[in-house]
């Protein structure tokens, strides 16, 4: 079975400081890889998703991230936060039409 | 505007009460699903429908029920055999045509049990 890890449950950063949320999966074959956030008491929102092709992917919000499938990574970057990122970010893998989720990183920017 | 839409976004039950919540997508989208979403524990999955008429169980299915009469419409409805109900649930859907697209989701359904 698949599974998704999540390491950090919380991560606070200063604000127009860089931040990493890593994210890292757990499949004997291929998947897609999706980061979405989430406003508080709102829906999910597609950030970015690896897909194929190059491992370095750029999405909304200035966000990116690169799928290493050595360490079978998705680690999501952003070079300089704003008091707007704060939000909890969920990395998901696809696997027979189905997405599995990691259990989310809370951002929290600091003034 | 193509999107989902889920109501009510909040919804107070007794014990002992069936309660459904409505989910309604126009994006004309065969694929839908509905997760539970609990404070640190992240998205389960309840149920999904690849067609109408067709739908499956989830991770977390006991105490729910589903239908798929319609393309647009998969309404959830939680029993009273549902031992912990009092959660946020979100409905998302996705098209099958050109695979694998994006999961979209609606704004979420918060339920408590009082």
């Known amino acids: 079975a698949q599974s998704v890890t999540q390491l950090d449950s919380q991560v606070p950063v200063f604000e127009e400081a860089p931040v990493e949320l890593r994210c890292n999966y757990s499949s004997s074959v291929s998947v897609y890889l999706f980061w979405y956030v989430q406003y508080p008491n709102q829906g999910l929102q597609l950030l970015l998703k690896?897909?194929?092709?190059?491992?370095l992917v750029k999405g909304i919000n200035g966000f990116e991230a690169e799928f290493n499938k050595s360490q079978t990574s998705f680690h999501l970057r952003k070079p300089s936060v704003h008091i707007s990122d704060t939000a909890e970010y969920f990395c998901?893998?696809?696997?027979?039409?189905?997405?599995?989720f990691g259990t989310g990183t809370r951002l929290t920017i600091i003034p | 505007d193509g999107g989902i839409t889920q109501s009510p976004k909040y919804l107070f039950r007794k014990e002992g009460q069936n309660v459904t919540l409505s989910c309604e997508q126009n994006?004309?989208?065969?694929?839908m699903y509905w997760y539970r979403q609990d404070p640190g524990q992240g998205l389960r999955l309840i149920y999904y429908?690849?067609?109408?008429?067709?739908?499956q169980k989830g991770d977390i299915a006991e105490g729910y029920s589903v239908s798929r009469e319609k393309k647009e419409s998969f309404p959830l409805t939680v029993t009273s055999a549902q031992k912990n109900p009092t959660a946020f649930y979100l409905c998302?859907?996705?098209?099958?045509?050109?695979?694998?697209?994006?999961?979209?989701f609606g704004p979420g359904t918060r339920l408590t049990v009082l």
């Open positions: 429908s690849q067609i109408v008429n067709d739908f």
């Open positions: 994006l004309n989208h065969d694929a």
């Open positions: 998302a859907s996705r098209g099958r045509d050109r695979w694998p697209d994006t999961q979209y």
């Open positions: 690896y897909l194929s092709g190059s491992t």
């Open positions: 998901a893998a696809d696997l027979n039409e189905k997405l599995t």
